[in-house]
């Protein structure tokens, strides 16, 4: 019997840790667990982590040598800044002159507040001579001497030349400190942005290490071998040693493993992914495949750290409801949670018999305008979203927030007479007021991301998923979803997140070979991570106007070979391609294909005028797991081999780059090459486009078939 193959995914959040078992060729969920977080215990959150771990392997049966792959995603970073409850950071500040002006100003970085009344505690030394190894002991000396327990080396320009930094680093680990620079964390220009960045690293760096041993120890008592890693704020996931170095990636992580168990577990790959807990709705947007990352505001100021463009609404399953008069007013900010009360709906209904409409604040300083229910054994319960998405009936039988819907009517019934309404209208006045806040957003992201909204598709996870993308979808009739297992999305992105890892650089006037050395380092900082090389993706962009060249790099830490019996059929496939673009199943054709993926189209006139216009090829890519990979609505597709894709796509290339005021653009390249999709839309200069290109193909057997699709810019 073949031996088993398991990924692991787990869940630190703040009441409750989750962790998941999944067969890592099918990945069909084999088991879930869920225990106390466990905040009090000596070895902190780790201790909930290997409990976890233990209960789900005794309930699934898993073997220590079964587990391929195991990561973690945690709220510690982010709760820590959030709360204030970090380091003292002794920042060194190096060089003379003006450059030590500049390092001296970043005492103001001790005004950065976290939390109310907490503020970033900061010590300074400066460093004129870094290649004066007693002035930089001196300086380590005294940062340690008023109290610091982590140094961040600072330094104008040490992205060009870190040696300074690299230097006093050095100095502080030599006296048992931990240390940070800021080359370390980025590559990019901005001194204040960039110290602040570090500074923040090195303010979670003694808890966040501290609690990364912990977890190793657990996990190598428990005979476990695979690579251990943990999620990033920007949905991947990185080993160990790098979080030990830059723990800061693991700040708003938490949503992130959501959306990566979208991305992964739901195939997703056009659409806006709605993560609905108890409190609040995170929202994001999967564009072509892509998750889309922007950089982080923490402490109210801009950072460089990378991480998923996610919009939070105050809305989720347990939000309560506003009352004025006899009006809905409002539902939330407050919850069921908040309250200390349990949702109606999960009531016996016998329970709810005779209850009266009474008016509660949540907190002592919050208005008394909230509504909950007073039984008549005088408990009381909170009447929710859930509670009034269950009464509506739009929450689908199979859901985790499913409740009696005899229940739900009897928590909406008190609501419905003060009203004046039916128990069904007054639930859908709730959800209107409910998924509101919610729209507004969905729309901005949609508009801001050009997706199509024919082909867009909602999809919710989370426990309170059911109570409000349902109602969501039907509003705004759009096509919508509830992941499967959504409870557990979180540690399923976990399970199935890839290694991840962006390099930034500014380069002025940037060389093909600059573009390839940044190519290759994001390529191999993932391999070095334990990435297999033959499927590591790396998206480069290129960015004429900052001289910014960014790539970014994924891949698996194992070759996962989907089961092809589990696979749907390719009738099936095809008509979900057809429902994407929009058209009926027999004008679907097949344009292209590699061993690993199938280049579907159709032509599409406009709507309105644009029907006077000629039609455009919209295409999609589809892989051979069945996962649409790629979108597009007006494409160019070319099929050459590995061997003439540089001479032949050049030409290519060369047809359609654009020209004006701003010099050439190169069209938008996408390359199915092997398993890979080498995207390189954010390429402009047509040399820089062909480059990669050759790059990209330049290792593979010269009869291999390749894919080019092109669009105009």
């Known amino acids: 019997m073949a031996q088993k193959r398991v990924r692991i995914g787990i869940d630190v959040g703040g009441t409750f840790t989750d962790a998941v078992a999944v067969d890592a060729r099918t990945f069909e969920l084999l088991a879930k667990a869920k225990v106390p977080t466990s905040h009090d215990h000596a070895d902190g959150v780790a201790n909930g982590i290997l409990l976890a771990l233990e209960k789900l392997r005794a309930d699934a049966g898993i073997g220590a040598d079964d587990v391929s792959f195991l990561a973690h995603g945690t709220t510690q970073a982010t709760n820590a800044l959030l709360e204030g409850d970090v380091a003292v950071v002794g920042i060194a500040g190096i060089g003379s002159g003006f450059d030590a002006f500049a390092t001296r100003r970043l005492r103001a970085l001790g005004k950065l507040e976290l939390a109310p009344g907490r503020t970033l505690p900061i010590r300074y030394a400066a460093v004129r001579d870094p290649g004066d190894a007693v002035a930089v002991k001196e300086a380590v000396d005294r940062l340690q001497a008023e109290g610091a327990a982590v140094v961040a080396a600072v330094e104008p320009f040490s992205v060009d030349d870190p040696l300074g930094e690299r230097a006093v680093v050095a100095e502080a680990r030599a006296q048992g400190l931990l240390a940070t620079a800021t080359h370390e964390i980025t590559g990019l220009y901005g001194l204040a942005k960039r110290a602040r960045t570090a500074a923040l690293n090195a303010a979670i760096m003694p808890r966040m290490v501290e609690t990364a041993d912990l977890v190793e120890r657990s996990v190598t008592a428990a005979g476990i071998t695979a690579p251990l890693m943990v999620m990033r704020g920007d949905g991947g996931v990185m080993a160990l040693p790098e979080m030990r170095a830059r723990p800061l990636l693991t ?198 991301y050009r997706l199509e909204r024919d082909t867009l598709t909602l999809v919710g996870g989370g426990g309170g998923a059911a109570a409000v993308t349902p109602y969501l979808g039907e509003s705004s009739t759009l096509d919508w979803r509830i992941a499967a297992h959504s409870e557990v999305i979180s540690p399923l992105g976990a399970a199935l997140a890839l290694v991840r890892e962006s390099v930034e650089r500014i380069v002025p006037s940037p060389s093909h070979t600059d573009v390839l050395a940044i190519r290759a380092e994001a390529e191999n900082a993932v391999v070095a991570q334990g990435a297999d090389p033959a499927g590591v993706e790396v998206d480069v962009t290129v960015d004429p106007q900052r001289n910014l060249i960014r790539a970014i790099a994924t891949g698996s830490t194992e070759l996962r070979t989907r089961d092809r019996s589990a696979r749907a059929e390719r009738a099936e496939l095809d008509a979900e391609v057809a429902r994407s673009l929009g058209v009926d199943a027999g004008e679907v054709t097949e344009l292209a ?96 486009l062909l480059a990669l290109i050759r790059t990209e193909t330049g290792s593979r057997p010269a009869d291999e078939p390749v894919v080019a699709i092109l669009e105009a810019r």
């Open 593 to 688: 294909r590699t061993a690993h993926h199938r280049v579907l189209g159709a032509h599409v006139r406009g709507r309105g005028l644009g029907r006077l216009k000629p039609p455009r090829l919209r295409l999609r890519v589809i892989d051979d797991d069945g996962v649409i990979r790629v979108h597009s609505p007006d494409a160019v597709v070319r099929g050459v081999t590995a061997g003439t894709a540089a001479t032949e796509l050049a030409a290519a290339v060369d047809e359609r780059t654009s020209f004006g005021d701003g010099g050439s653009r190169a069209p938008a390249v996408r390359l199915l090459v092997g398993t890979k999709i080498a995207d390189l839309s954010g390429v402009l200069d047509p040399g820089q």
């Open 251 to 448: 700040a708003l992580s938490g949503p992130a493993a959501g959306v990566a168990g979208a991305l992964m577990g739901e195939k997703l790959s056009e659409g806006v992914f709605l993560e609905t807990g108890g409190t609040s709705t995170d929202i994001s947007v999967i564009r072509r495949g892509r998750v889309q990352v922007r950089h982080a505001r923490l402490a109210g100021r801009e950072t460089y750290l990378p991480s998923l463009d996610i919009r939070t609404v105050g809305i989720g399953g347990g939000s309560l409801i506003r009352l004025g008069g006899a009006s809905v007013t409002g539902v939330g900010p407050r919850s069921a949670h908040i309250a200390g009360l349990s949702y109606a709906c999960f009531a016996d209904p016998s329970a709810l018999d005779g209850a009266e409409l009474v008016s509660v604040a949540p907190r002592p300083d919050d208005p008394a305008d909230y509504v909950a229910l007073r039984a008549r054994d005088g408990n009381r319960y909170a009447i929710t979203v859930t509670c009034a998405a269950n009464a509506a009936g739009v929450v689908p039988r199979d859901s985790y927030a499913h409740s009696d819907p005899e229940a739900a009517k009897a928590a909406l019934a008190p609501l419905a007479r003060t009203l004046g309404l039916s128990i069904v209208d007054a639930a859908r006045l709730v959800l209107d007021h409910a998924v509101r806040p919610v729209r507004a957003v969905v729309d901005q992201l949609t508009d801001a």
